[in-house]
């Protein structure tokens, strides 16, 4: 395409609630699966909206996080996360290998199976917090969000990065304004006090290491000079922040899911263990986690995709969320339907750069799933799910609500 970014469209799009994708995205892929776009930010990028493209792109060398011309970027947001480019062009994949080494044990499958009996703990506790708010005003709505979307994942994440939980409402606050879409100046120096705060905690881990993250991350540190301060305060701060907001979102849109139809949430509760990784996989290709449009990648070369040539330098946003409604590879793909199988989704990207944390994620979903709906059978929305705002202004989506009753 040839048009201008003023003539593109303009992210984020009309999104009608939380459980659907903005229908322009549908539209896109159908006419021009590759298409120039504006950001929320108003600089020009190219939007990828199907399937097998969206995949080339993730899966593609020629696209990484760095900038060959940084001051000459395109801006995504004026958030402080994922809202531009990071690392150094020059050594973006060495650094990317180091960090995948060093994060690689942590979040391994072998990990994550040690790691499901305490997540299972956890979510016994948030469900006991849930009944007690009930049993105190039985006849008012309980907010799942403050306590289980929320509080779960954030437990969960801060065992495993070494960050007290009591610091929660701190780092909470932090999370909220670093990922603002047009945060601007209070977003950057929210992000300023996110990476003090974790340099502050590093510190602490080079005098008593412990068992976790950031205190495996200080080791690598003592023996890899180049591994700076800078460098360990923005990764710990990015998977604190990757590690419970996405989750969580995910947690709320999934019981939107279960709730919004009775039969399925009472399908799901004929069976819910053996039905419960199906219906995982199912809710993280349909949730929309995206505001800004998708995943961003620049070009480091010149590249051609879908036969549209995409310049050294260009922003490129991979839009998953529509790329998981592709009708070329999903059959009725905005039914959700926990039998389908294969799900081949691209929720966590895909190729050498997918999501570290898909593991962590996969489990504290299977978890918190058939224990929500084993102890609370009868549970129901509140509120019309049109009553339910979705997040327009954050990163990330979702909602800042869902209210039940049993």
Known sequence: MTSTANEAPQLPFHQPNALEIPPLFGALRREAPVTRVTTPAGDPAWLVTSFE?????FRDARFGRSHPAPEQAAKISYAAIQNGPTGNFEDEEREHKRMRRMLAPAFSAPRMRALTEHITELTGRCLDDMQAAHDARP???????????????????CALLGVPYSDRAHFRRLSERIAVLDGGTDAQEAMREFKAYMTSLAVAKRRDPQPDVISDMV?????????????????????????????STRIALGVLFLLTDTDRRDRFLADPEGRVQQTVEEILRMSAT???GGLLRYAHED????????ARGDAVLVASDAANR?????????????????NVHLAFGNGAHVCIGANLAR???RVVFPALFRRFPGMRLAV?????????????GGVDRVPVLW
């Open 384 to 396: 019309d799910l049109n009553d339910i705002a979705v997040r327009t202004n954050r990163i990330a």
């Open 219 to 247: 080791a690598v540190q003592a023996e890899d000079p180049t591994f700076t301060d800078d460098d360990l305060a923005r990764q710990a701060a990015g998977l604190l922040f990757a590690g419970h907001e996405t989750t």
């Open 290 to 292: 995206s505001r800004t």
């Open 326 to 342: 592709d009708e070329s590879v999903f059959p009725d793909p905005d039914e959700f339907d926990p039998d389908r199988s294969p």
């Open 363 to 365: 489990t504290e979903l």
């Open 139 to 157: 006849d008012e709505p309980v907010e799942l969000t403050e306590l289980l979307a929320f509080p779960l994942p954030v437990l969960v994440i």
């Open 53 to 57: 493209e969206a995949k080339a792109v």
């Open 303 to 310: 590249v051609e995709v879908g036969g549209v040539r995409i």
